[in-house]
Every structure is written in C-alpha cells, then in structure tokens.
C-alpha cells in the first residue's frame, strides 16, 4: 500500500511539474516577448585563474548571445526588437547535483526534480524574474581540459553548463551556452553522440551546399561543422553558426509544414 501511494504521490508531482513546463515553453516559443535569461557562474575547481575570470565576468561577457538570436529570429520573420535578455547573476558558490552517470530513466527523472529544487534555492538576482536559469560551470583548462557534457532541460527551462576559464575561449563558451539556451526553448540535438559529428540533413547549416562539404557554419543544434565525412570543428564563435529550420520548427520560430 505505501508503495502505492509513493508512486501515486510521484505521478501527482510529476504531472503538475509538466503542466507548469508546457505552459512555460508555450510563452519562450511564442516570440512574441522578452525572454529574461539570467547565467548564474560557478567555479568547477579551486583554481585562482577561474576565481579570477569569475570576478572579471560582465553582463557584456554574454552579449553576442542575445545578438545572434535576434538576428536568427530576424531571419525567420521574426519581429521582436530583443529576443533574449541576458543578465549576470552574482557567483554561486555551491556546487548543484551532476547527473548520474549510466542512469536509469527514473535516476534522471529523480535528478531532474533535484537540480530544480536546488536552483530554486540558489536563482538570486536583482531585476526581473528569469524565465530561464543556466548555471554555468568555469573549468580551468590547465586542470580539466576535457570537461563533462552540458545538459539544457527544457522541463524547468534550466541549464547545466560547463566551460572554460579562459578568456581566449570566450566566444565558443557562448557557442555551448547558446545551443543549451535552445534545449530551453525546445530543440534537440542533430549529431550523433557517438561520433560527435553533425547528422545530415538536419545538423547541416547549408545542406543543399554544393559541394556538401566542407560546410562554411555549424547548424547550433549540430554542434560542429563538417568538414568532411570524418571530421567536424568547434566553430570558433556565434558568427559562423546558423539556425536551421528543424531547430526553428522545434523552438517556434518557423511554423510546420501544411
């Protein structure tokens, strides 16, 4: 009987959880306001180089987010003025709960309802109320050259992102917390997470390019951009990445086909 009533109370939590995502995702997806997104740094490590970059970090540091959606919503039909609004919020100093490694669907549902609490506890910021929280994780790249995978939940419009302590790496650091902003909104990922390399035609920016490769941008959900069967690169800023209309279709900026 009590493990009856656990699971009822689950289903309960989950349900209205999912309701209050929808209708969040239904007003991100409209394009019709601002959407109030708020980075909340924290360091990964103990390392004096990222308390440093942490302290030198500035609403500025995240603005060629906010103007790259708006000229891809621009490119889309899409008519208003400021799509996103980025604001800095001051450091967290607490580490929020990893996702579990080799999980089961019901570990990831638990860990999911967990990193929302904690966010909630830690979601201080002066101004508007963010529609969508990314937590940004700084890795000194001396000590962890290869960090773990970033997670966009579009359930709870939160973000788990890692990046690197190094000024020099700034703008692809906006390349990984603007593909995790769009799992916010809604899209998915379009490559193959074995291979890491773009699937075609979807994550391809330009794929009636002839000759298809090498690509000149990376379609943002694709992650890279092919250079040939084999190989993809990190594109080294928002400049060379593009929107592609499956990613549009997912986030609302392009109606469906008839």
Known sequence: MFKKFRILILLLILTTVGLGSWRANSRLTAWEHTVHVAIYPIAADNSPATARFIGDLSTDSFADIGQWLQEQSQAYGRTVLQPVSIQLAP?????PPLPPSHASALDVVFW?????WWASQHDAISGPKPQVRLFVLFHDPQINAAPPHSTGLSKGQLGLIHAFANRQQNRQNNVVIAHELLHTFGATDKYD??????IFPQGYAEPER???????FA?????RTPIDAQTAEMPASLAYTRIGPETAREIGLQKPAP
């Not at 997470?193 to 773009?198: F, G, M, S």
């Open 112 to 116: 999911s309802l967990k990193l929302r």
């Open 193 to 198: 997470l074995a291979t890491l390399q773009p």
């Open 91 to 95: 450091p967290v100093s607490e580490q």
């Open 219 to 223: 379609e943002i959900m694709g992650g």
């Open 210 to 216: 002839q000759p298809r490769l090498p690509q000149q």
